[in-house]
């Protein structure tokens, strides 16, 4: 029963719901407080799951993002942020990589959480996607040694149609996605300078922003075009935050800090398990050309390194 009772909440039933699954089974009467206290018996698989070591790198690719949740707390609520980082390990797996509640997204909160990353065994981060978070970058830049930022190009995008008339905003939308497009670096880099040329024409302000952000949106035609898809954007995080929601959305305001550990926790633990099983989201062959790639830019091809690197394909 305790079984059943934990899994459904980490489903997304609520807790008075979970009665009717009690009396289903031939249980009669069974709280919300005692379902929420059963349900504390989470705490110690989240836990360890939250402090594992970080043993598969290197993790050449990671997403970060926040989630925004309410609590109560000192009888008000208040907001709480959930810090959430996804990596690919040197085998071509995701794996939701940590965990961290936040007052807000604050630089400070980012170099606490990517420190606690690095100290748990992150390592080898060559790109990092998120959306322009302030405190974001300089935490990368400060934490992750030589770390290139992503600017998701999803986010960018909106935030540069703001800057252009309702009716304009299809036309420079299909216009900004056909940098995108490009099949070669090369071409992606002379088309952005292409659409900064054209706008200029019309929309100043938004050519300067999308010039100004040309290295931190195409950062990663640095990298394999195979991960381009992949990396370009924070989307796979965003679906990752809606699955997140599916199931805080029942809970609404969280009582404590500690409910929100246990419930998001319980739910990313359980999505990293399935990923450790399914496919591979890049192939290693292509993981090994990243590294290799960025080495050669790096260190003018520094061959001593290059032996470390044969278990990526062993």
């Known amino acids: ?51 594992r070591p970080l043993d598969a790198g290197p993790y050449p690719f990671m997403w970060v993002d926040a989630l925004s949740l309410k609590i109560r707390e000192g ?81 960018f995008t909106a935030n540069l149609l703001d800057r252009i008339p309702r009716h304009d905003q299809a036309m420079v939308g299909s216009l900004v996605r056909t940098i995108f497009a490009q099949q070669r670096p090369t071409d992606a880099w002379d088309q952005l300078d292409r659409v900064t040329d054209k706008l200029d024409e019309t929309y100043p302000d938004a050519a300067a922003m999308l010039r100004d952000a040309a290295p931190d949106v195409l950062a990663y035609t640095a990298y394999p075009k195979d991960t381009w898809k992949r990396t370009w954007s924070n989307n796979p995080q965003e679906r990752l935050n809606r699955e997140i929601r599916r199931r805080t959305d029942v809970v609404g305001i969280f009582p404590d800090r500690a409910s929100v550990i246990r419930l998001v926790g319980a739910v990313l633990a359980e999505q990293h398990d399935e990923w450790q099983v399914g496919r591979r989201y890049m192939n290693q062959s292509t993981i090994r050309e990243a590294l290799i790639t960025v080495i050669d830019v790096e260190h003018d091809t520094d061959k001593e390194a290059l032996p470390e690197l044969q278990t990526v394909t062993a």
């Open 1 to 51: 029963l305790a079984s059943v009772v934990m899994q459904a909440y980490v489903e997304g039933v609520s807790t008075r719901r979970v009665d009717d699954v009690a009396r289903a089974m031939g249980v009669e009467g069974i709280s919300s407080s005692q379902v929420s206290r059963i349900c504390k018996d989470l705490d110690e698989i989240v836990d360890a799951w939250r402090t």
């Open 75 to 155: 009888g008000r609520i208040v907001n709480t942020c959930a810090l959430i980082a996804t990596a690919v390990n040197a085998d071509g797996r995701r794996e939701i990589v940590g965990l961290q509640l936040g007052s807000s997204e604050t630089g400070a909160g980012w170099t606490a959480f990517l420190r606690d990353l690095v100290a748990r065994g992150l390592h080898g981060v060559q790109l990092v996607t998120s959306d322009a978070h302030g405190g974001l970058k300089d935490a990368i830049a400060a934490v992750l040694d030589g770390a290139q930022w992503q600017r998701c190009r999803t986010h």
